[in-house]
């Protein structure tokens, strides 16, 4: 499974932002997609997840501003940021836990920034 984001970019506070992450390779074995995002100088944090039945999981901190959503016929989450603050600036990854075989696998996007700055 390989991974590509998309959607990055330069916002001010209060704005929104979309971000994708298409899915490729064995995408029938995905079971669940996810984004993390990194500051600088910061630990990789969760920000949400979802099944591919559509369960959801978000980081408390995160609830009402983040949405997280999946489009499972083109392999592909999304993740709709709203009222944007500075500190959610950093580096957003998709994830997407699938199997191989018998075997969990994980595998990361290459990330990408999201700046939020008047």
């Known amino acids: 499974v390989q991974l590509q984001a998309f959607g990055g970019g330069l916002v001010q506070p209060g704005g929104s932002l979309r971000l994708s992450c298409a899915a490729s390779g064995t995408t029938s074995r995905i079971n669940v997609m996810g984004w993390y995002r990194q500051a600088p100088g910061k630990q990789r944090e969760m920000v949400a997840s979802i099944t591919s039945l559509g369960g959801t999981n978000y980081a408390d901190s995160l609830k009402g501003r983040f949405t997280i959503s999946r489009d499972n016929a083109k392999n592909t989450v999304y993740l709709q940021m709203n009222s944007l603050k500075p500190e959610d600036t950093a580096v957003y990854y998709c994830?997407?836990?699938?199997?191989?075989?018998?075997?969990?696998?994980?595998?990361w996007g290459q990330g990408t920034q999201v700046t939020v700055s008047s």
């Open positions: 994830k997407a836990w699938y199997w191989s075989g018998h075997n969990p696998l994980e595998a």
